[in-house]
């Protein structure tokens, strides 16, 4: 299919948000409902969403029309296989990363008696991948992106904010120095994951959620074991409520293969950024479940402004990233003589080229830039190219429009 | 295993002016095609072609040469490739 990147990946975050609002309203409703001990459901929730993931998957890999119907959801997806050998460090730290943000996750909901004061401040998590990208990728965040960055984790902190709970040292650490660390660690390894190729081909979500799945509950368990002996028992005790758990993770399901998915179009930041929108549709599922449990959107006007508010601040911070991007093709021709290879790095080498390619041809080396305005392309990249050795000229075309092969 | 080694080439086309909708309309059903890119500058189109053969990349300019609108290409193969 070849259609514009940009959208493919929006839309694939915000059914994702969709898929796991519905997720977060079910998840709320059984906790109120059952009012199991947290620790146990923490285990219980991996046990059985291993299960379910691992029927998903195989109902997945049934040929059908001449692929896998799983291919309908992930292209790349083939079937459910082993894991290979290169894949599996990532899928250590994923797993690692996964098990401890959860246990992070539940800490909280142990202590606390309303969470979603202190939990409000996972969303700073999207700040974290973008400090991670500054630093470690050569495609680091434009201003406007850390522009947008910071108005989506305001306006999601805002419309998940509760004036009931309380806010204490403790609780901040939880959330700065344990669970968000350990969600950047989640997104960067299933990001690498997704990017990664396999046989020759990208991999595929579902295998990757799969034995992302495998690794988080073997982690979980050693931790919650560890955390309190008892409570990892009393996993298996409410393991009998099996199904509400399989309808909870068979959902969570969907809406991950879709999130990594979306990571391997986009940058981690920008898809948590999107991803924001959880807050938003979770309001007419909260609606939907406050006929059956004792649950509302909002607990006082004041506190129903200020999500509105933070609702605002979300949809206007997600439309602005899809708006902060220019992007240009440059066609160098080399000074006769000079090594195309040390040529080729000079150029990898000036912010804002994504690639760079030799060829054969008019050309000698064909570069694609990305910036945030034809200014910035003025500023950074063409007056940086101009001191490049080894350039004898080179020519610049700004892209209009473009469609990828995804 | 080995797996096949892909040719991937550039391929730079200049339209009649008028055209350009009817022909972008013709190759986004191309296939070996990458990515397709409107730019604004001495070209109109900027393919990405991904085949397995110079012949099957023969193939593909032919098909290009062919639509109707299209004044001229130019192509370029990649001979070695650095992607973020």
């Not at chain 1, 493919?8 to 199991?36: H, P, Q």
């Not at chain 1, 992302?212 to 560890?226: E, K, M, R, S």
């Not at chain 1, 240009?328 to 195309?340: H, M, Q, R, V």
């Not at chain 2, 053969?53 to 290409?73: A, C, P």
């Amino acid at each position: 299919m070849r259609i514009r990147k940009k959208y493919l990946f929006y839309v694939l975050a915000i059914l994702s948000s969709l898929i796991g609002a519905a997720v977060t309203v079910i998840d709320t409703y059984i906790s109120i409902k059952y009012e199991f001990n947290p620790w146990s459901l923490c285990l219980a929730i991996f046990i059985a969403g291993l299960v379910i993931t691992f029927f998903l998957s195989l109902i997945l890999s049934i040929p059908f029309g001449g692929k896998s119907i799983g291919a309908r959801i992930d292209p790349s997806f083939k079937r459910l296989r082993m894991l290979k050998k290169e894949e599996l460090k990532y899928h250590l730290l994923a797993g690692m990363g996964n098990a401890v943000a959860t246990v992070g996750y539940f800490l909280i909901i142990s202590i606390y008696q309303e969470p979603s004061t202190i939990l409000a401040f996972f969303e700073v998590v999207i700040l974290y991948l973008l400090m991670m990208e500054s630093i470690a990728e050569k495609n680091a965040p434009t201003m406007a992106e850390v522009q947008a960055s910071v108005i989506v984790t305001f306006g999601a902190i805002m419309a998940s904010f509760s004036f009931e709970g309380e806010i204490n040292l403790l609780g901040l650490l939880i959330v700065f120095l344990v669970l968000n660390p350990a969600w950047v660690v989640f997104s960067i390894y299933q990001r690498k994951l997704k990017i990664m190729k396999i046989n020759g081909c990208y991999n595929d979500a579902i295998n990757i959620r799969f034995w992302n799945l495998v690794f988080t509950t073997f982690f979980t368990a050693i931790l919650v074991y560890f955390i309190d002996k008892e409570n990892f028992f009393g996993a298996i005790d409410i393991l009998k409520y099996w199904h509400l758990f399989f309808i909870s993770m068979g959902i969570t399901f969907f809406s991950y293969v879709l999130y990594i998915r979306a990571l391997g179009l986009g940058k981690a930041s920008v898809t948590q950024a999107v991803k924001a929108f959880t807050i938003i549709f979770a309001i007419p599922f909260t609606i939907l479940a406050s006929n059956f449990v004792p649950i509302t959107f909002y607990e006082s006007i004041p506190q129903l402004i200020l999500k509105i508010m933070g609702i605002i601040l979300v949809v206007m911070g997600v439309i602005s990233f899809a708006l902060t991007e220019v992007r240009a093709y440059i066609f160098i021709k080399a000074k006769t003589g000079y090594p195309i290879n040390e040529l080729l790095n000079n150029v990898w080498g000036v912010k804002g080229i994504t690639s760079v390619a030799v060829v054969a041809g008019r050309y000698d080396l064909i570069a694609k830039a990305r910036m945030r305005t034809l200014g910035k392309g003025y500023e950074r990249i063409i007056r940086t190219l101009e001191k490049v050795k080894g350039i004898e000229w080179f020519e610049w075309e700004t892209i209009l429009k473009e469609w990828e092969e995804v | 295993m080995k797996y096949p080694s892909m040719i991937k080439a550039y391929i730079l086309i200049t339209t009649y002016v008028g055209n350009l909708k009817a022909v972008l309309d013709e190759m986004r059903k191309l296939k070996n095609v990458e990515s397709i890119a409107v730019v604004a500058g001495d070209y109109d189109i900027i393919i990405k072609a991904k085949v397995n053969s110079l012949e099957e990349l023969m193939e593909l300019t032919d098909q290009i040469h062919s639509i109707k609108g299209v004044k001229r290409t130019n192509t370029q193969v990649i001979e070695k490739e650095i992607e973020a």
